[in-house]
């Protein structure tokens, strides 16, 4: 699962089945289940085909993407998953930020009887 931020320019790094020259990305909201076709612009990171481009992403939203070899070739070469955030640093996520708040009341003391 790919966790993107919802603004600026989102960046998908994967490692397709082929390579393709002209990348089509299938973007499907798993809530709606409305489906947008963006077109990245592609470069390669060794193995990695690194897709770059800016999609219109809901906070807190799963997305599935597929990504097909063209617009006119509808072949699949990788699918996957997106979770948008508006969280800034993604390499420290933490899916429950500002939700879960610790106790501090109590002195963890035990009665034993």
């Excluded at 089945?17 to 289940?33: E, F, G, H, M, Q």
């Excluded at 708040?101 to 009665?111: A, G, H, Q, R």
């Amino acid at each position: 699962m790919n966790i993107l931020p919802t603004t600026g320019s989102q960046v998908l790094k994967i490692i397709p089945r082929k390579d393709a020259s002209d990348p089509v990305i299938k973007l499907t909201n798993k809530d709606t289940n409305k489906t947008v076709t963006v077109t990245p612009t592609k470069t390669d990171e060794g193995q990695y085909m690194v897709l770059t481009g800016t999609f219109t992403l809901t906070v807190d939203t799963l997305y599935r993407y597929s990504v097909e070899v063209s617009a006119s070739d509808d072949e699949e070469i990788y699918r996957g998953l997106i979770f948008a955030t508006n969280q800034s640093n993604l390499e420290k996520y933490f899916v429950n930020k500002d939700v879960y708040t610790e106790e501090d009341s109590y002195d963890n003391e035990f009665i034993i009887l």
